[in-house]
Nanobody
């Protein structure tokens, strides 16, 4: 599975952005998908996860709950992260990742770095100005 994240940019506090992660290769719909973010000097941290197939289960970091929404379109092999009410502390490089075997709740409980995820895309930079 190859992943390509896009949609990052510069936005003012309170604004919105939608990130996309396009997948190619294997059976995309069978993978649990996750979004993570990283700021310089810190470990990559969990943002959101969505279950395989229908995407019926979603989990979020407390810091983004109620503001961010993760979704997937299996017909387009794409997972999205809708980010509303952005804050300067949301500034980071955002990464999407895929896992063959973990459930979405297991992805949400991965430790800093989430190094066990099977596949990673290149990040997209989100900058939120105050």
């Amino acid at each position: 599975v190859q992943l390509q994240a896009s949609g990052g940019g510069l936005v003012q506090a309170g604004g919105t952005l939608r990130l996309s992660c396009a997948a190619s290769g294997s059976i995309y719909s069978s993978y649990t998908m996750g979004w993570f973010r990283q700021v310089p000097g810190k470990e990559r941290e969990f943002v959101g996860a969505i279950s395989r197939w229908s995407g019926i289960s979603t989990y979020y970091a407390d810091s983004v709950k109620g503001r961010f929404t993760i979704s997937r379109d299996n017909g387009k092999n794409t997972v999205y992260l809708q980010m509303n009410s952005l804050k300067p502390e949301d500034t980071a490089v955002y990464y999407c990742a895929a896992d063959r075997s973990r459930t979405s709740i297991q992805v949400s409980r991965m430790g800093p770095g989430a190094y066990g995820m099977n596949y990673w895309g290149k990040g997209t930079l989100v900058t939120v100005s105050s």
